[in-house]
């Protein structure tokens, strides 16, 4: 080959071609890479003339290889640069055009469910998308067989496929194709090159576009990679959002289950419920109506900030503010049965949802009543078991504060599943509360009207002792012609009178809840004297002997606080007690013990009648409780045990060893006294 090459026609012939054909410089490679001994005695042979020549062809070799070399690290670097895989893959066509003196370039991938090859870039002026099936044209038969190819006579090669250039109007001379493979060794697209300006692509070519496609294959593989990032970041992005709501949500109907557990008042409850729901669901307006014997109450919540009437006026009531700050309004009407989306819910007892502007007649009563145009509605019922107490609905949905498309977004949306949802859940609270407040205003009326009745039929009882012996010391008197016998019966009938209005005095008190004491310095002797003469008229004629002691020891005081009346009351309230348990006569012991401790006073008030039966112990102090009494009330030791708490004092009982019952009282004092 070197004395081929080393004659003037032969260089002269190679250096003309070294910049028209690809082979002038396969040859000059082919020369320059003999051995150096061989090539250094071919070029002492040349004339200067012919060396000027072959420098010449060997600089246009090496500007070339630079141009390949440049090509390279500038796809390289915009591998680096840029994640956007369509502006990448048109550079490295465009490279591919240029280092390969082409006149087009195409890339094509390959659809992983059908298999089909489809240009994702055409370099040139192709805007026409290709699609071939496996195995057709060129381009297909290397990405079925993954083998690349080099073809210097497009139309005489019968796997070319011509209709692609009818398609296209491109005229295909010759053409170099390369699999594009990924990490894995799948074929996942074809680059294809298309007419050498001159001459026909060489193995360098080859060797070239083999680089370029796998620096493609890294590119496609790193922008797949980059978007599943991206699709995962967006995926993690929604669902923080989600959890968020969720989180709020939770935290809402927390709210709505803890303002519905301490609330006393329903409206105020309501009102507050209906803006929870408000801020739950984005929404203009929410209403609970509620199913009544007359007619149904409704309790409307809307928000006029920026809500029209149906004819587009503005629905703010002239309040409208260039804060965008909610404009809340809470009213209350009754409205008859029949009437409005939520009658329809309660007779039907299925949930009502109309989308945006198609909610139509339907919605006009919702209009009417709340003063805005609805134009979307969800409403759910209520349910107290089987039966539908009342519906809650929500009206004209709109972007939550917190969506970032909320500016962009001026018209009402429609409510979702998710809406129908936590509408639900908040129904469901709202229902189960009403309903309770319901079951036990019930049976508040119920018990009301059943302790009245106890309380009438003791007080009868109670009444009909002093009368009949009103009645017969009435009688008496008439047929006593003795004045002293008249003034004995008379005493008897004032002892029965008084008796009635202490009665009466008592009843009336503990019925009205009274609870006012006064508090005063009490002289304990002077106390017990007082007791003393109450209960020889309350005992009297019962069977029933009595005693009352002071019991102080050592330097005890002699005085001690608390109400002196209220207290007496007590004590003659606890000696009836006892007398009524031993209707054939027993004994009755009041002690006032005061020692060295002057935190307390205690009064003990003992019997011996059969002590507290068991089945009563744990409601003895309850209203109506009464045992073995026939004329009881039932109200004594309730009265006592009032008596007793607004002192802030404390009673207990005791069933004693040898009989009957003993009730202490522990007044506490103040440490000065």
């Known amino acids: 080959m070197s004395e081929d090459l080393i004659t003037s026609d032969s260089i002269t012939q190679r250096s003309a071609l070294r910049a028209s054909s690809p082979d002038a410089h396969d040859v000059l490679l082919t020369w320059l890479n003999q051995p150096e001994h061989e090539l250094a005695d071919a070029v002492r042979d040349l004339s200067p003339e012919q060396i000027t020549r072959l420098l010449s062809g060997i600089g246009e070799v090496f500007r070339r290889q630079v141009t390949k070399f440049t090509g390279m690290q500038e796809i390289g670097s915009a591998l680096g640069q840029t994640m956007h895989l369509d502006e990448l893959l048109q550079l490295i066509m465009d490279k591919i055009v240029r280092l390969m003196d082409a006149e087009r370039a195409t890339l094509f991938l390959v659809d992983p469910e059908t298999g089909e090859l489809w240009s ?184 006029r900030a920026g809500a029209k009437t149906c004819d587009g006026g503005d629905a703010s009531n002239g309040r409208a503010t260039a804060t965008g700050e909610p404009q809340w309004e809470f009213s209350t009407r009754d409205i008859p049965h029949g009437y409005g989306i939520a009658s329809k819910v309660i007779a039907s007892k299925t949930t009502f949802r109309c989308d945006t502007g198609g909610c139509g007649e339907v919605a006009d009563a919702a209009s009417d009543e709340i003063g805005i145009c609805v134009e979307s509605v969800i409403c759910v019922p209520l349910f107290d078991e089987d039966e539908c107490i009342g519906a809650l609905e929500v009206m004209n949905r709109v972007p939550s504060p917190n969506d970032s498309m909320a500016p962009f977004i001026d018209q009402p949306l429609g409510f979702s599943e998710d809406d129908r949802k936590v509408l639900t859940l908040i129904a469901g609270q709202i229902a189960s509360t009403v309903a309770a407040r319901r079951h036990r205003y019930k049976q508040e009326k119920v018990e009301r009207l059943s302790a009245i009745g106890q309380m009438l039929t003791g007080v009868v009882h109670d009444l009909k002792n002093p009368i009949a012996v009103i009645s017969g010391n009435a009688q008496l008197m008439v047929r006593a012609d003795d004045r002293e016998k008249r003034s004995e019966y008379a005493a008897s009938i004032n002892k029965q009178f008084e008796h009635l209005n202490q009665m009466t005095r008592e009843l009336l008190s503990f019925a009205r809840g009274e609870h006012e004491i006064t508090m005063a310095e009490v002289d304990l002797e002077a106390f017990n004297a007082e007791v003393d003469e109450l209960l020889l008229h309350e005992l009297n004629d019962t069977g029933v002997t009595y005693e009352t002691k002071l019991i102080r020891k050592n330097d005890a005081p002699k005085t001690a606080k608390f109400d002196a009346g209220k207290i007496k009351r007590a004590i003659m309230n606890l000696a009836r007690n006892a007398a009524e348990a031993m209707p054939d006569g027993g004994h009755f012991e009041m002690r006032v013990e005061r020692d060295e401790n002057p935190a307390e006073i205690r009064f003990v008030c003992s019997d011996t009648g059969p002590g507290v039966p068991e089945d009563i112990q744990a409601t003895l102090f309850d209203s109506f409780v009464t045992s073995g009494k026939q004329n009881g009330t039932g109200l004594g030791l309730a009265i006592v045990k009032k008596i007793v708490d607004d002192h802030h004092a404390s009673i207990t009982y005791q069933n004693q060893a040898d009989g009957g019952a003993a009730f202490i009282i522990r007044i506490p004092q103040l440490a000065s006294i």
Not at 155 to 183: A, K, S, W
Not at 208 to 231: C, F, H, M, P, R
Request: charged fraction near 25%; include cysteine.
């Open 120 to 303: 994702k870039v055409a370099q040139g002026d192709i805007n026409t998308e290709i699609r071939l099936q496996p195995g057709e044209g060129l381009a297909g038969w290397v990405a079925q067989t993954g083998t690349s190819i080099n073809v210097r006579d497009a139309y005489n090669d019968e796997r070319f496929q011509r209709g692609v250039d009818l398609q296209t109007g491109f005229d295909t001379r010759n053409m170099l194709c390369q699999p594009v493979r990924n990490q894995e060794g799948e074929i996942i697209g074809v680059v294809q090159v298309l007419n050498r300006a001159e001459g026909s692509f060489s193995d360098q070519d080859e060797s070239l576009l083999s680089a370029i496609a796998s620096q493609t294959a890294v590119a496609i593989e790193n922008s797949k990679l980059y978007l599943s990032v991206l699709e995962q970041n967006t995926k993690l992005e929604r669902a923080r959002m989600e959890l968020q709501h969720k989180v709020r949500e939770l935290d809402l109907l927390y709210d709505v289950e803890r303002e519905l557990s301490a609330a006393v008042d329903l409206e105020e409850l309501v009102e507050s419920i209906t803006q929870k729901t408000l801020e739950l669901i984005s929404a203009q307006a929410s209403a609970l109506t509620l199913h009544e014997a007359e007619h149904n109450r409704m309790f409307v919540m809307v928000n």
